[in-house]
């Protein structure tokens, strides 16, 4: 029992059973999942949905916290991806599937760029990355803006829309995009010496240099990684409001991504990561931004509660917060006898 709790992924999974005991207290029907026009439903259904964006970003994420790095402009990028996948669309056919596939190469495309740019500031000119991340999460949201001139805009186009609200074997298309990559992910990093490379970039940068590890190689794949997922998840947004708006798609994702990371048992001081762990941060993240509507608490109380949860959940895995919590045995007397 002693070896269970002491297990990273324990307290994160216990959180979201008790979130997910509270909905069924609140809604008896939370589980319920029914066939309705040859696909499923259901409030758990839909937690997958959502919590899709913020697996992809958090994926991306836990790359680059691996290497004791740190990216703030995930949420940006996922903004141009939305901008620059929807002017397109409008701008063209807009109901060709043609258009729809173009429009998302293009925006994977300029998420490659973005993700060489900060990898160049990073791994190039040493700039600490929370810093070069922070030029461009200002300046994301106004080349978001400069493609969509500032405007809100809507597309009606039935293949794009699929991302977000589409169906596959009665499962949502988003769910499906987030475990593919998630599987690929996984498979890349634990079934190949990336994975290795990465913790040992993270654990000791100067020591794995001397030891030939390209770290500059390494930390420029992680941050084109990031940037891909972040695309991705900016593209699923987008497509579930059919719409982009600059200013909001993907306002924070940061944020939740980087709590997902954390929560999962990954180090902020880098070395070894846990992906299983970010996907049950992601699915803590997205169940508890349901829970709070769901037992009558004003959603804009959503980010107080998120905060304090987080910091419990933190303080559980926390080692020293254990010690100081745990309750001393007294010794027994016949050791009491010994040292006497």
């Not at 930390?219 to 695309?231: E, P, Q, R």
Request: charged share 10%; glycine share 10%.
């Amino acid at each position: 029992m002693r070896k269970v709790l002491a297990h990273q992924l324990v307290w994160p999974v216990l959180a979201l059973v008790v979130l997910l005991l509270i909905n069924v207290v609140a809604t008896p029907s939370f589980f319920d999942i029914r066939m309705q026009d040859g696909h499923l439903f259901g409030s758990l259904i839909d937690v997958l949905r959502n919590s899709a964006p913020v697996l992809l970003v958090a994926l991306g994420m836990t790359l680059v916290i691996a290497t004791r790095g740190i990216d703030l402009s995930v949420g940006a990028v996922a903004a141009i991806a939305g901008a620059v996948a929807c002017t397109y669309i409008v701008g063209s056919d807009e109901g060709a599937v043609g258009t729809a596939i173009v429009a998302c190469s293009m925006a994977l495309g300029v998420c490659v760029l973005l993700g060489l740019w900060n990898g160049f500031l990073v791994a190039v000119l040493g700039i600490q990355p929370i810093i070069a991340t922070l030029v461009l999460m200002v300046a994301g949201r106004g080349l978001a803006m400069l493609v969509t001139d500032g405007q809100i805009t809507t597309v009606n186009n039935d293949v794009f829309s699929d991302l977000a609200s589409g169906f596959v074997l009665t499962l949502p298309v988003a769910m499906l995009v987030a475990l593919l990559v998630f599987g690929l992910t996984a498979l890349v990093t634990r079934r190949t010496a990336l994975g290795m490379l990465i913790e040992a970039v993270g654990i000791n940068p100067e020591a794995s240099r001397l030891a030939g590890v390209r770290a500059r190689t390494i930390i420029w794949t992680v941050y084109v990684f990031a940037a891909l997922c972040a695309g991705l998840a900016g593209l699923i947004i987008a497509a579930n409001t059919n719409s982009v708006n600059a200013n909001s798609l993907g306002l924070w994702i940061e944020l939740d991504a980087i709590l997902a990371v954390v929560i999962g048992g990954t180090s902020l001081a880098g070395g070894r990561f846990s992906l299983t762990g970010t996907l049950v941060g992601a699915l803590f993240i997205t169940t508890l931004e349901k829970t709070i509507p769901n037992i009558g608490i004003p959603s804009e109380a959503n980010y107080l509660f998120k905060a304090l949860v987080v910091v419990a959940v933190c303080l559980v895995q926390s080692p020293k917060a254990r010690a100081a919590l745990r309750v001393r045995r007294p010794a027994p007397l016949v050791a009491k006898a010994a040292t006497s």
